[in-house]
């Protein structure tokens, strides 16, 4: 429950790999937020805390595309 205190995560800078901090600070040395370690890019790590907005995309790709197959199939068979 306590998300914000996640004991052994290691936060990292994109830009300056060795600047390793144990809580969600900023970089000394550009500003930057740093990451949780384990996911190196920010837009990576949005996709990874909602995996069912990411489930949901590839649901309605594989859903679009059998609808385009099925389209094509029937007027093939004229
Ligand atoms: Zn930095």
């Known amino acids: 429950m306590s998300q914000n205190h996640n004991k052994g995560q290691i936060y990292f ?3 300056h790999p060795s600047v390793r901090q144990p809580k969600a600070a ?4 550009c500003g930057m937020a ?3 370690e384990g996911t190196r890019f920010g837009m990576l790590r949005h996709m990874t ?22 389209v094509v199939m ?5």
């Open 74 to 78: 029937a007027m093939m068979r004229g």
């Open 26 to 29: 900023k970089c000394p040395r």
């Open 13 to 15: 800078c994109p830009m």
């Open 49 to 70: 805390q909602r995996p069912l907005l990411l489930i949901a995309m590839v649901a309605v790709m594989v859903a679009v595309m059998v609808a385009v197959m099925v």
């Open 34 to 36: 740093l990451l949780p």
